[in-house]
């Protein structure tokens, strides 16, 4: 994605081919810990975001001015998760994340996780570890505090493959690359496999009780002219999670106007880290 923000890259040590952690300095008068700061920031890219991408890095250098102190776990979505990869190696990827998660060196009862969730992609890697978490920990991952960018969206086969088309490979492999993946898709649109499966059977299970936190609390933020996710299918989704029993006042809808599908930050960054710092402070009120 273009921009124009000039960002020096953090050194993540990388996991594996999707997840990587940064670490800040051990040196405490650098990097001072602050108990009402996050201990672990999880960032959830959108789908086909590049480790490169000058835009994501801007995330987590802004993440870093603000909460020096804290970890970030960097987690990616490909694509390929939403037409051709199976579940198991989807989820055989994500596996690591929840080890990253309990490096965190505060202790388990005082750790402060702020998760980030961008696009539809992010949406399913966010509730992959939520899975994998309490399949492995028999608990519910302890979230204080939750961004959703874009998201969560409901299946659509027009705006779900423009999505995914805008990780193809350029140039001549871009047309059986585009081919495959169109046909892929509408042979598996339907079934359990498929992304209509993944994006709305993602989007449900933010609001479960059974894998997610009912006490943390969440901003929407989303846009009236986002062409992947619409703004209909955000606001429904925190009128479902009140029904279900999540509290009021822990759900935030921020509207931005005529900015695009996950530049809201691009669009007015003040506002955007606002938004963010206002969120994390409440969680300590």
Request: aromatic share 12%.
């Amino acid at each position: 994605m273009a921009t124009t923000i000039n960002v020096p890259i953090l050194e993540f040590t990388r996991l594996n081919s999707i997840l990587s952690l940064y670490t800040p300095p051990s040196d405490s008068a650098r990097t001072p810990s602050n108990p009402a700061h996050p201990s672990t920031i999880i960032f959830y890219a959108w789908m086909g975001a590049s480790p490169k991408s000058r835009y994501l890095n801007s995330f987590y250098n802004h993440y870093h001015t603000l909460y020096p102190s804290a970890r970030i776990i960097s987690i990616l979505s490909n694509y390929s998760f939403f037409v051709w990869t199976s579940t198991a190696a989807r989820l055989d990827l994500c596996s690591a994340v929840v080890s990253a998660i309990e490096t965190d060196p505060s202790p388990e009862n005082k750790r402060n996780i702020l998760v980030h969730v961008m696009s539809n992609g992010g949406v399913l890697g966010f509730v992959d570890t939520c899975k994998l978490y309490k399949e492995q920990t028999g608990k519910v991952l302890d979230v204080k505090a939750m961004v959703l960018d874009s998201a969560p969206g409901q299946y659509a086969f027009s705006s779900a493959y423009y999505a995914i088309s805008q990780g193809f490979p350029k140039g001549i492999l871009w047309y059986p690359v585009a081919t495959l993946s169109w046909v892929a898709m509408s042979l598996l649109e339907r079934t359990r496999f498929g992304p209509y499966e993944l994006i709305d059977g993602s989007r449900s299970a933010l609001n479960d009780f059974d894998l997610m936190d009912r006490n943390s609390k969440r901003v929407y933020i989303y846009s009236d002219s986002d062409a992947v996710v619409d703004k209909a299918s955000v606001e429904s989704h925190p009128h479902d999670a009140k029904m279900k029993g999540f509290e009021a006042g822990n759900l935030t809808l921020q509207k931005w106007q005529d900015s695009k599908h996950i530049q809201h930050m691009l669009k007015d960054p003040d506002r955007y880290w606002g938004l963010v710092s206002q969120l994390w402070a409440s969680c300590s009120k």
